[in-house]
């Protein structure tokens, strides 16, 4: 049988029919800083067309919108499994969700995708979840807040922390925490700070608290912050701002004592308020810085007429009638003298000044107080009465019922009435136990007493008989009074010792309770206000700086030593202004270190009211600290050799001629010396044979005296070259050996004294000089028969040389006598005076002195400026011996 014929078909190529199927929405999370997104429900494309190949499989999923950080892949084509993944980092904080389209593509018919399908568009929305990266920050950078004492508080302040994530829980803070222990405040998770008990101005005025944060991931902050409570106190009236204690420096000038104070009035309305300041320095030396020069050298700084006597000086060799009191050099060689109710000194009749004219001044430092039970007694300070026969009191200064008399007895002239005797003070000083510096100004019949620079007139005078005249002598005492004539005492007085110290005792009477120092005459003069306010002024006040900046307002006024500021104004920033202004100022070189006390009282005026406000007084004190000592050296040549003729020649020898004293201090400050001493050491000079001399010229224009005192103040320059000056006089060389002498210098009356120089001087001994001086001219001797004729005639040379050697040592002191002669006109046409202002230079002590014949008194002796050398003189002086008036003896 035959086959059918064989029909060839055209072939049928597949057909992609189908389009893909995705969901229509898709919500994904994914955890910032990874990059798979999970997807619910999980990304599949579906097609129809499977199992064909190419069109019932998926080739790719595309997303629309470039700014999503996201892309698609297709995991299994055949499954249609894809899966979407971030193409970067995603943060969370930058952006929390995601919303874009997607859709998924077959791959078309054939291999290269021809002809492909795409699925409908789905929705994605991606959330992205947060990761605790951030730790809590405080919004600010620490805290301050401010109660008042005594109250609880529901919240002082409340602090803020923030958190930079995104989420919820992470960004939020749960919880805050303080860190600091033992402190009385807590916190809540709100951040709200209270105190959990009540707190004090008084025990503690601030407190610093630190403080964390966690958020609600559990993280903490990384700083914690810290948190000021100021505790303020209930507004009470006074004074804030100011310290207890204010350090003072020696020479820093003057140094503000309130620079932050203020006055607190808690807002009342006021008119007027009024500020005192004072400065309380009684227990330093005699009630302030003074200086503690000599009353001597004082007195020439401040001006004073010359001729003063110190009663009451240092003991000494030469003033040994002070060496029995009880002395107390106290601070800084401020001299003062305690008496106890059985001391008395009695003065040298040589010392006691004369011819008391119907002007004098006495002055004294006083401190003084009551004794219990003694109150009918009388207390004297000065007394000069009739040393035998009698008991007539011819002036005297004493102490009753804390009241001051002055009593001047007149001697009788030709008019016998009664003339003014008893001049009485009643004064709060006389027994307040504080220094004070008294001064009586006689101008007779008028008394003026000064106290402290103020003048007080006696409130009783009473009148007396005159003195009749007598050849009695006078006997002046301290601290007591001499009574002259045999009188009986008291029982208490048998007690005393018996023998020539009870008729010591048994003659004295009326003694001084207290403390005395600076105890001076001065006959023919009286002291004018502006000396004595110079002697008495303190070195240390209060002061205002930059006065002239001060509100004219204010009203201000000091009292006279400085030491009491008195403050008022109506406008409250002005007082405030003016009281940071007050200073404390002390101008000695090197001050007395240790407390000054300071005591602020204030008075508060309202409108309408006398008091309305009351304001408490405020203590506190100004530490002077310890100044910067300085040492005094002396140097030089410290032995001399010089040929006899040196000696007695009109330039003498001078002893210090390379002399150099030097002060040394770690700071810069002018020194001055107040005395030096040259002390002759070994065998008195013989004033027949030795002197020691200083031309007045060398101490003309340098404020400078050569005294027998231990006085004087200037520049330490002026001192050395004076002192260079210094020559020593021997007119018998010949039985010189050797002369030691001692130079010491003091500053500040002996606060600080120099080293201890001594100078060796002696006569050369490759020198041979004939003493003509010395020689005498002898009586020529009888020749013996039998002599030869040679004899003779050596003999008769022998005499003729020896006369030509004494006519030719009459010539030399005849040319030496001229040229002083010569050099004292000069001096004259040159008109030398004294300054009475000046300084003295001390050359002390003189042991040896000539006995004169003229009686010179002390007022007298202010008329020697004429001579051209001053022969320095001894300390003591015997009974019947008086001072030259052309030279001061050695």
Same mark, same amino acid.
């Given at each position: 049988?035959?086959?059918?014929?064989?029909?060839?078909?055209?072939?049928?190529?597949?057909?992609?029919?189908?389009?893909?199927?995705?969901?229509?929405?898709?919500?994904?999370?994914?955890?910032?800083?990874?990059?798979?997104?999970?997807?619910?429900?999980?990304?599949?494309?579906?097609?129809?067309?499977?199992?064909?190949?190419?069109?019932?499989?998926?080739?790719?999923?595309?997303?629309?919108?470039?700014?999503?950080?996201?892309?698609?892949?297709?995991?299994?084509?055949?499954?249609?499994?894809?899966?979407?993944?971030?193409?970067?980092?995603?943060?969370?904080?930058?952006?929390?969700?995601?919303?874009?389209?997607?859709?998924?593509?077959?791959?078309?018919?054939?291999?290269?995708?021809?002809?492909?399908?795409?699925?409908?568009?789905?929705?994605?929305?991606?959330?992205?979840?947060?990761?605790?990266?951030?730790?809590?920050?405080?919004?600010?950078?620490?805290?301050?807040?401010?109660?008042?004492?005594?109250?609880?508080?529901?919240?002082?302040?409340?602090?803020?922390?923030?958190?930079?994530?995104?989420?919820?829980?992470?960004?939020?803070?749960?919880?805050?925490?303080?860190?600091?222990?033992?402190?009385?405040?807590?916190i809540d998770r709100n951040g709200n700070i209270r105190n959990t008990e009540k707190l004090s101005y008084d025990h503690q005025q601030q407190y610093e608290i630190l403080v964390t944060a966690w958020d609600c991931g559990q993280k903490r902050a990384l700083h914690s912050v810290p948190v000021r409570i100021d505790v303020k106190p209930v507004c009470k009236p006074g004074w804030q701002g100011w310290?207890?204690?204010?350090?003072?420096?020696?020479?820093?000038?003057?140094?503000?004592?309130?620079?932050?104070?203020?006055?607190?009035?808690?807002?009342?309305?006021?008119?007027?308020?009024?500020?005192?300041?004072?400065?309380?320095?009684?227990?330093?030396?005699?009630?302030?810085?003074?200086?503690?020069?000599?009353?001597?050298?004082?007195?020439k700084l401040c001006g004073a007429s010359s001729g003063s006597t110190d009663l009451l000086p240092a003991p000494s060799a030469a003033t040994n009638w002070t060496s029995t009191l009880v002395s107390d050099s106290g601070r800084d060689s401020d001299l003062i003298f305690r008496f106890d109710g059985h001391q008395a000194a009695k003065i040298p009749d040589w010392v006691v000044p004369q011819n008391?004219?119907?002007?004098?001044?006495?002055?004294?430092?006083?401190?003084?107080?009551?004794?219990?039970?003694?109150?009918?007694?009388?207390?004297?300070?000065?007394?000069?009465?009739?040393?035998?026969?009698?008991?007539?009191?011819?002036?005297?200064?004493?102490?009753?019922?804390?009241?001051?008399?002055?009593?001047?007895?007149?001697?009788?002239?030709?008019?016998?009435?009664?003339?003014?005797?008893?001049?009485?003070?009643?004064?709060?000083?006389?027994?307040?136990?504080?220094?004070?510096?008294?001064?009586?100004?006689?101008?007779?019949?008028?008394?003026?007493?000064?106290?402290?620079?103020?003048?007080?007139?006696?409130?009783?005078?009473?009148?007396?008989?005159?003195?009749?005249?007598?050849?009695?002598?006078?006997?002046?005492?301290?601290?007591?009074?001499?009574?002259?004539?045999?009188?009986?005492?008291?029982?208490?007085?048998?007690?005393?010792?018996?023998?020539?110290?009870?008729?010591?005792?048994?003659?004295?009477?009326?003694?001084?309770?207290?403390?005395?120092?600076?105890?001076?005459?001065?006959?023919?003069?009286?002291?004018?206000?502006?000396?004595?306010?110079?002697?008495?002024?303190?070195?240390?006040?209060?002061?205002?700086?930059?006065?002239?900046?001060?509100?004219?307002?204010?009203?201000?006024?000091?009292?006279?030593?400085?030491?009491?500021?008195?403050?008022?104004?109506?406008?409250?920033?002005?007082?405030?202004?003016?009281?940071?202004?007050?200073?404390?100022?002390?101008?000695?070189?090197?001050?007395?270190?240790?407390?000054?006390?300071?005591?602020?009282?204030?008075?508060?005026?309202?409108?309408?009211?006398?008091?309305?406000?009351?304001?408490?007084?405020?203590?506190?004190?100004?530490? /002077?600290?310890?100044? #910067?000592?300085?040492?005094? *050296?002396?140097?030089?040549?410290? %032995?001399?050799? &010089? =040929?006899? +003729?040196?000696?007695?020649?009109?330039?003498?020898?001078?002893?210090?001629?390379?002399?150099?004293?030097?002060?040394?201090?770690?700071?810069?400050?002018?020194?001055?010396?107040?005395?030096?001493?040259?002390?002759?050491?070994?065998?008195?000079?013989?004033?027949?044979?030795?002197?020691?001399?200083?031309?007045?010229?060398?101490?003309?224009?340098?404020?400078?005296?050569?005294?027998?005192?231990?006085?004087?103040?200037?520049?330490?320059?002026?001192?050395?070259?004076?002192?260079?000056?210094?020559?020593?006089?021997?007119?018998?060389?010949?039985?010189?050996?050797?002369?030691?002498?001692?130079?010491?210098?003091?500053?500040?009356?002996?606060?600080?004294?120099?080293?201890?120089?001594?100078?060796? /001087?002696?006569?050369? #001994?490759?020198?041979?000089? *004939?003493?003509?001086?010395?020689? %005498?001219?002898? &009586? =020529?001797? +009888?020749?013996?028969?039998?002599?030869?004729?040679?004899?003779?005639?050596?003999?008769?040379?022998?005499?003729?040389?020896?006369?030509?050697?004494?006519?030719?040592?009459?010539?030399?002191?005849?040319?030496?006598?001229?040229?002083?002669?010569?050099?004292?006109?000069?001096?004259?046409?040159?008109?030398?005076?004294?300054?009475?202002?000046?300084?003295?230079?001390?050359?002390?002590?003189?042991?040896?002195?000539?006995?004169?014949?003229?009686?010179?008194?002390?007022?007298?002796?202010?008329?020697?400026?004429?001579?051209?050398?001053?022969?320095?003189?001894?300390?003591?002086?015997?009974?019947?011996?008086?001072?030259?008036?052309?030279?001061?003896?050695?």
């Amino acid at each position: 049988m035959l086959s059918p014929p064989l029909t060839l078909l055209p072939s049928v190529p597949a057909v992609n029919k189908h389009k893909p199927w995705i969901e229509t929405s898709y919500h994904g999370v994914i955890t910032e800083n990874t990059d798979v997104v999970l997807l619910d429900p999980p990304l599949v494309a579906l097609d129809k067309d499977a199992p064909i190949p190419y069109a019932g499989e998926i080739c790719a999923f595309n997303i629309h919108g470039l700014e999503a950080p996201f892309e698609a892949v297709v995991l299994n084509g055949t499954s249609g499994e894809g899966q979407l993944r971030a193409r970067g980092l995603v943060d969370c904080e930058l952006q929390k969700e995601y919303t874009f389209i997607i859709q998924a593509h077959d791959c078309g018919s054939g291999p290269g995708g021809t002809e492909g399908k795409k699925s409908h568009k789905a929705v994605v929305h991606i959330q992205v979840n947060d990761v605790n990266e951030f730790a809590p920050v405080f919004r600010e950078p620490q805290y301050r807040a401010a109660v008042t004492e005594g109250k609880i508080y529901d919240s002082i302040l409340q602090v803020e922390a923030t958190d930079q994530d995104c989420s919820p829980q992470y960004s939020q803070i749960c919880n805050y925490q303080i860190t600091t222990t033992s402190t009385p405040f807590a916190i809540d998770r709100n951040g709200n700070i209270r105190n959990t008990e009540k707190l004090s101005y008084d025990h503690q005025q601030q407190y610093e608290i630190l403080v964390t944060a966690w958020d609600c991931g559990q993280k903490r902050a990384l700083h914690s912050v810290p948190v000021r409570i100021d505790v303020k106190p209930v507004c009470k009236p006074g004074w804030q701002g100011w310290n207890k204690r204010v350090d003072y420096e020696p020479g820093t000038g003057s140094k503000q004592l309130f620079p932050k104070m203020h006055l607190e009035t808690c807002g009342g309305p006021l008119s007027s308020v009024r500020t005192t300041v004072e400065l309380q320095t009684s227990h330093i030396g005699k009630g302030c810085d003074r200086e503690t020069y000599s009353e001597k050298s004082l007195q020439k700084l401040c001006g004073a007429s010359s001729g003063s006597t110190d009663l009451l000086p240092a003991p000494s060799a030469a003033t040994n009638w002070t060496s029995t009191l009880v002395s107390d050099s106290g601070r800084d060689s401020d001299l003062i003298f305690r008496f106890d109710g059985h001391q008395a000194a009695k003065i040298p009749d040589w010392v006691v000044p004369q011819n008391l004219t119907d002007q004098f001044t006495i002055a004294t430092w006083m401190k003084h107080g009551p004794s219990p039970g003694l109150r009918a007694e009388k207390e004297t300070l000065l007394c000069n009465s009739d040393k035998t026969e009698m008991n007539r009191h011819h002036y005297s200064l004493y102490v009753h019922n804390c009241r001051l008399v002055f009593l001047l007895r007149r001697d009788f002239t030709q008019v016998d009435t009664f003339r003014p005797a008893e001049f009485h003070w009643k004064l709060e000083q006389i027994c307040d136990k504080e220094w004070h510096y008294y001064v009586i100004n006689v101008a007779f019949p008028v008394v003026t007493l000064y106290v402290d620079g103020v003048t007080f007139d006696p409130y009783l005078v009473t009148d007396d008989w005159p003195i009749h005249p007598s050849q009695i002598d006078v006997q002046l005492t301290v601290g007591a009074c001499w009574q002259g004539e045999s009188h009986f005492l008291p029982c208490e007085e048998l007690t005393r010792p018996s023998g020539e110290e009870a008729g010591e005792l048994l003659s004295v009477e009326h003694y001084f309770r207290g403390s005395l120092s600076g105890l001076t005459i001065r006959p023919g003069k009286i002291e004018s206000q502006k000396v004595i306010s110079c002697l008495q002024a303190c070195k240390e006040g209060l002061d205002i700086n930059s006065l002239e900046s001060l509100d004219k307002s204010i009203k201000f006024h000091f009292n006279p030593a400085q030491s009491i500021l008195v403050m008022e104004g109506e406008d409250l920033e002005n007082i405030n202004a003016a009281v940071r202004k007050v200073s404390y100022i002390n101008s000695r070189q090197f001050p007395t270190p240790g407390v000054r006390r300071l005591h602020i009282s204030t008075s508060v005026q309202c409108f309408g009211e006398d008091t309305c406000i009351t304001i408490p007084d405020i203590d506190a004190v100004v530490m /002077v600290l310890q100044p #910067s000592e300085p040492r005094i *050296t002396i140097s030089g040549v410290e %032995r001399v050799s &010089r =040929p006899a +003729s040196d000696f007695r020649a009109p330039g003498g020898v001078v002893l210090f001629q390379e002399l150099h004293i030097v002060s040394t201090v770690t700071r810069e400050i002018i020194h001055n010396l107040d005395y030096c001493d040259v002390l002759v050491l070994g065998e008195e000079l013989d004033p027949e044979q030795e002197s020691l001399q200083l031309q007045r010229s060398v101490l003309l224009g340098k404020h400078l005296d050569a005294t027998n005192s231990t006085s004087g103040v200037d520049s330490m320059s002026n001192y050395e070259q004076v002192i260079r000056q210094v020559r020593y006089y021997s007119w018998q060389p010949g039985q010189l050996t050797e002369r030691r002498f001692r130079l010491t210098c003091s500053e500040l009356n002996g606060r600080y004294t120099s080293n201890e120089f001594n100078l060796e /001087v002696s006569r050369s #001994s490759s020198s041979f000089q *004939t003493d003509l001086v010395s020689l %005498r001219y002898p &009586r =020529p001797p +009888s020749l013996p028969s039998g002599v030869p004729s040679a004899a003779t005639v050596v003999i008769v040379m022998c005499i003729a040389a020896l006369v030509v050697v004494v006519v030719l040592g009459i010539y030399r002191i005849h040319l030496t006598h001229q040229q002083e002669v010569k050099l004292a006109e000069t001096t004259k046409e040159t008109d030398v005076t004294w300054d009475d202002s000046a300084l003295t230079i001390t050359v002390n002590p003189m042991e040896v002195g000539r006995k004169e014949d003229d009686d010179i008194t002390s007022a007298e002796s202010d008329d020697s400026e004429e001579e051209v050398d001053v022969q320095l003189p001894r300390v003591q002086r015997k009974k019947g011996q008086n001072w030259d008036k052309t030279t001061i003896s050695y």
